[in-house]
């Protein structure tokens, strides 16, 4: 049967988007800023990408792993990346949440498509355990997404434990496995910090410590002059405050408890769809290495790409 140019684009269309394959560039809602945004400790006037001369990332069969999703953001990420036709792994320490989670997006998109496992990142062995179980199912993984997170100022050890030796630790066997240059099919890394990785927030300062971190080493193997020839990319997304349980804290959990919860009242409460579109930008733009994402209430989503490397030249 012969069609014409224009039927065979609205047919291509309608089952690419039958199969939640996106069909148009996203629409970034970066704007170019006048000056740095005040979450950026580095100069970004200059870096500043729109992403316009992006082609989207496909999603369609790529496989994820993300930790920490039975619930909250992760869990928003592992079903906007599942609407898009990748297969995902999604990982918690919540194992009948996960279940029940995982009976509701296999119905949705196919046993083959979504795997749950229990995982916690704070455990060497179970990162290690549940990401070769991920591989054995779905051949390889191309996405790692280190989400796990508390937020608790009374379990110090076990917040830099999970916050930033997990995902540490999450995103080196993402590279060990990923990398060409040791057999791997390359891949993207990307860590969940927060707005308070980038600036101090004095009623949560261990946690900012954890994130802090995180953002340090984002910002390390994304400078790595290596990458491209590994064919690794490293994205940082960091929301400010967002409607998870998260933020349901408990007085022993916050230093200065009522300022924290006016300062938070005062600044505002990202919805998760916003963050979710934050992820989504970063994960198709063609290459996301060494951006960082902020997302907050007042600000909308921001967008900045930062030199590369201090040391390319040495
Ligand atoms: N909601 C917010 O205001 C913001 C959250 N974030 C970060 O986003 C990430 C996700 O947090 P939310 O979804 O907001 O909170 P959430 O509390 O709803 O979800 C966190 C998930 O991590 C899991 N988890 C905790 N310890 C774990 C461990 N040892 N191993 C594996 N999983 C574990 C929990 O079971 C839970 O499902 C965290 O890293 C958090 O720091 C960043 C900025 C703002
Ligand atoms: C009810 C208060 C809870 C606070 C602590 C709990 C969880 C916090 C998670 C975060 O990652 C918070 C994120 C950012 C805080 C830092 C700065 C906020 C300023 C950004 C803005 O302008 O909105």
Redesign the pocket.
């Known amino acids: 049967m012969n069609f014409t140019p224009s039927v065979l684009s609205f047919i291509l269309t309608a089952e690419a988007e039958v199969y939640g394959i996106p069909t148009k560039k996203p629409k970034f809602h970066q704007q170019v800023q006048p000056s740095p945004s005040?979450?950026s400790p580095w100069k970004v006037s200059e870096n500043i990408v729109t992403c316009e001369n992006n082609i989207i990332m496909q999603l369609f069969n790529r496989v994820a792993f993300v930790t920490g999703a039975a619930q909250g953001l992760g869990k928003a990420f592992s079903e906007a990346l599942l609407n898009r036709g990748a297969k995902v792994c999604f990982t918690d320490i919540q194992v009948s949440k996960g279940k029940e989670v995982e009976k509701t997006y296999s119905d949705k998109y196919g046993q083959d498509r979504v795997l749950f496992l229990h995982c916690d990142v704070s455990s060497s062995a179970s990162l290690a355990n549940s990401f070769k179980d991920a591989v054995s199912k779905f051949g390889h993984i191309d996405l790692m997404v280190n989400n796990a997170?508390i937020?608790d100022e009374s379990r110090l050890r076990d917040m830099v434990n999970i916050n930033l030796i997990g995902a540490i630790e999450g995103s080196m066997l993402a590279v060990e496995h990923m990398r060409k240059d040791k057999g791997g099919k390359g891949g993207v890394v990307i860590n969940i910090?927060?707005?308070?990785?980038l600036?101090g927030?004095y009623?949560?300062p261990s946690?900012?410590a954890s994130?802090f971190g995180l953002v340090g080493f984002h910002l390390s193997w994304a400078s790595n002059p290596y990458n491209s020839q590994m064919g690794l990319q490293f994205g940082c997304l960091c929301?400010?405050?967002?409607d998870t349980d998260?933020?349901?804290?408990k007085e022993k959990?916050?230093l200065y408890f009522e300022d924290?919860?006016r300062?938070?009242k005062h600044?505002?409460i990202?919805r998760v769809e916003k963050v979710v579109q934050g992820f989504l930008q970063m994960v198709e733009s063609e290459n996301c290495n060494g951006d960082i994402i902020?997302i907050?209430?007042?600000?909308d989503i921001q967008y900045s790409r930062r030199a590369s490397s201090k040391m390319s030249h040495l």
């Open positions: 005040p979450w997170g937020a910090a927060s707005t308070a990785g600036t927030v009623f949560v946690y900012c994130k929301p400010a405050f967002t998260i933020l349901n804290q959990q916050m924290g919860q300062i938070t600044l505002g990202n902020t907050t209430a007042k600000e």
